[in-house]
């Protein structure tokens, strides 16, 4: 069976930063793009940061410079470091792995940032 296992989430300080993981499947790690969405009460899941199986990154606007997306083969799992974090990131953030074949989600990870 397929899992996205994430960690770190919390309550940080405006300024502060934060390091989000997602450890997947072997068996689906190497072929997947990774993801990372989020959703804020009462708005819909947005797309944060993707990565593909070759490394090509792609993220939204509202976060780039801010966020980096990466990804170790090694131990099949995919990290977004958020730096200078604002009030506005505040949200449950979700790992994903898709390909043509598939696609799957993370059970979602809170994170607050709040003074």
């Known amino acids: 069976q397929v899992q996205l296992v994430e960690s770190g989430g919390g309550l940080v300080q405006p300024g502060g930063s934060l390091r989000l993981s997602c450890a997947a499947s072997r068996s689906i790690f190497s072929i997947a793009t990774m993801g990372w969405y989020r959703q804020a009460p009462g708005k819909q899941r947005e797309l944060v940061a993707t990565?593909?199986?070759?490394?090509?990154?792609n993220y939204a606007a509202s976060v780039k410079g801010r966020f980096t997306i990466s990804r170790d083969n090694a131990r099949n799992t995919v990290y977004l470091q958020m730096n200078g974090l604002k009030p506005e990131d505040t949200a449950a953030y979700y790992c994903?792995?898709?390909?043509?074949?598939?696609?799957?989600w993370g059970q979602g990870s809170q994170v607050t940032v709040s003074s």
């Open positions: 994903n792995a898709a390909s043509v074949l598939f696609e799957y």
């Open positions: 990565i593909t199986a070759g490394g090509r990154t």
